[in-house]
């Protein structure tokens, strides 16, 4: 799947180790190689997603979590608002 900044996804399934992220949604903050920085906007016990160029913070403290694509799925506007 080709996931870019901006998008919208819903995380499936347990990654690395995290239950909090499983049916959650949230937005695409950073792409680096084979890993895709979301940030849910809520509390999944994660972290600011600290990355990029200027490794700079993407996401609230707890609310970021690195996904690899696999368990991401892609939402369009009108999944994400039902």
């Not at 998008?7 to 049916?23: I, M, Q, S």
Request: net charge negative; with cysteine; proline share 1%.
């Amino acid at each position: 799947m080709n996931l870019k900044i901006g998008d919208r996804v819903r995380c499936l399934e347990v990654v690395d180790g995290n239950r909090n992220v499983v049916g959650r949604t949230g937005i695409v903050k950073i792409v680096e190689d084979e890993m895709i920085g979301v940030d849910f906007q809520q509390d999944v016990s994660g972290h600011t997603l600290m990355g990029g160029e200027e490794m700079e913070e993407h996401a609230a403290a707890r609310e970021g979590w690195w996904c690899y694509a696999e368990p991401l799925r892609k939402l369009n506007t009108h999944m994400v608002n039902k």
